[in-house]
């Protein structure tokens, strides 16, 4: 008779993982967005679409990350 499995939970370095994910994203876009904004003049726009690309980039690899840990 096989053994009963534990369900998968995210542990502590898991969620660790996908905060640093979720800031490194949105802080990382919102850099490059001002960095865009300075050198081309464009005052709130390059800030706010990074802001908007890194809260895109945190979703999909917060939902890749969060699946895949709990598969294993």
């Known amino acids: 008779m096989p053994e009963p499995q534990e369900p998968a939970?995210?542990?502590g370095?898991?969620?660790l993982g996908l905060g640093g994910l979720l800031a490194g994203c949105v802080v990382g876009c919102?850099?490059?967005?001002l960095l865009v904004d300075h050198v081309?003049?464009?005052?709130?726009?390059?800030?706010?679409l990074g802001?908007?690309?890194?809260?895109?980039?945190?979703?999909?690899?917060?939902?890749a990350r969060a699946r895949r840990a709990l598969r294993s």
């Open 9 to 11: 939970t995210l542990g």
């Open 13 to 15: 370095r898991d969620l």
């Open 30 to 33: 919102t850099l490059l967005g």
């Open 40 to 48: 081309a003049g464009s005052s709130p726009v390059g800030v706010v």
């Open 51 to 63: 802001v908007a690309i890194g809260i895109v980039l945190a979703a999909f690899g917060f939902a």
